[in-house]
């Protein structure tokens, strides 16, 4: 179990660019951030939220414009994608992903995703819980997705740093759950409780992601967090 964290390992400040920080992820990841101290500049197509963080600056654009993508990661430590796998702007992220690679290589920048549960195994050596028989095939398109991207993430050049996290299976804003300010990470296997329920609130995933931008536990890797 991981507790709340305030401290990270250079102790400075980092410099953020969120694309998707007005989502349910993105957005929760924003506040979080933000609320450590560090720089977040939100991309998204519809700028500022209705209810905006007043320390996050909110900005409009899309991952499919490369040259914006090039000057954020220039300009940033980090480089959150908090967005649909199957449907950025009319394109898959997996097409997307090669010029996120160049942009974050070239700016020295971190790169890291909000991924699915989907590609989660369900226990050590798998299947993943989309390959499963109660997986819905409504959930699939989004799941394969963002699956696709870590496969092609573990093969990026080592010059790319990155880290990619799944959520529990029941992550969204349609079951926000409960702020508990502590959460257990699985490396691939998703994280389940002892009844065999699988959960995270926004607040918690956040918390854990923003560990991990601070703390560097899992370079190059994936890992699972939940409840």
Same mark, same amino acid.
């Given at each position: 179990?991981? $507790?709340?964290?305030?401290?990270?390992?250079?102790?400075?400040?980092?410099?953020?660019?969120?694309?998707?920080?007005?989502?349910?992820? /993105?957005?929760?990841?924003?506040?979080?951030?933000?609320?450590?101290?560090?720089?977040?500049?939100?991309?998204?197509? *519809?700028?500022? !939220? @209705?209810?905006?963080?007043?320390?996050?600056?909110?900005?409009? *654009?899309?991952?499919? @414009?490369? @040259?914006?993508?090039?000057?954020?990661?220039?300009?940033?430590?980090?480089?959150?994608?908090?967005?649909?796998?199957? $449907?950025?702007?009319?394109?898959?992220?997996?097409?997307?992903?090669?010029?996120?690679? $160049?942009?974050?290589?070239?700016?020295?920048?971190?790169?890291? +995703?909000?991924?699915?549960? /989907?590609? =989660?195994?369900?226990?050590?050596?798998?299947?993943?819980?989309?390959?499963? !028989?109660?997986?819905?095939? =409504?959930?699939?398109?989004? =799941?394969?997705? #963002?699956?696709?991207?870590?496969?092609?993430?573990?093969?990026? !050049?080592?010059?790319? $740093?990155?880290?990619?996290?799944?959520?529990?299976?029941? +992550?969204?804003?349609?079951?926000? /759950?409960?702020?508990? *300010?502590?959460?257990?990470?699985?490396?691939?296997?998703?994280?389940?409780?002892?009844?065999?329920?699988?959960?995270?609130?926004?607040?918690?995933? =956040?918390?854990?992601?923003?560990?991990?931008?601070?703390?560097?536990? #899992?370079?190059?890797?994936? +890992?699972?967090?939940?409840?």
């Amino acid at each position: 179990m991981s $507790d709340r964290r305030t401290w990270f390992a250079d102790g400075m400040s980092r410099r953020i660019s969120l694309f998707g920080g007005t989502g349910y992820a /993105g957005g929760n990841i924003a506040r979080e951030a933000a609320g450590r101290g560090h720089a977040v500049t939100s991309y998204s197509r *519809g700028g500022a !939220p @209705d209810e905006p963080v007043a320390a996050v600056v909110y900005e409009t *654009g899309s991952l499919t @414009d490369a @040259d914006l993508v090039r000057t954020a990661a220039a300009d940033s430590d980090d480089v959150v994608v908090a967005v649909h796998g199957s $449907d950025v702007d009319g394109k898959p992220l997996i097409d997307i992903l090669p010029s996120l690679i $160049d942009a974050a290589i070239a700016g020295g920048a971190r790169l890291s +995703f909000v991924g699915g549960a /989907g590609s =989660a195994l369900v226990a050590e050596g798998g299947p993943r819980l989309v390959d499963g !028989p109660d997986f819905q095939e =409504a959930w699939k398109p989004e =799941a394969l997705s #963002h699956a696709a991207v870590l496969d092609a993430l573990r093969q990026a !050049p080592e010059a790319l $740093d990155w880290f990619y996290v799944s959520p529990a299976a029941l +992550f969204g804003r349609y079951a926000p /759950g409960e702020t508990t *300010g502590a959460y257990r990470t699985g490396g691939d296997v998703l994280v389940t409780k002892e009844d065999g329920s699988s959960e995270i609130s926004g607040t918690d995933f =956040a918390l854990a992601y923003v560990d991990e931008i601070e703390q560097r536990n #899992h370079p190059r890797q994936r +890992f699972t967090t939940g409840h």
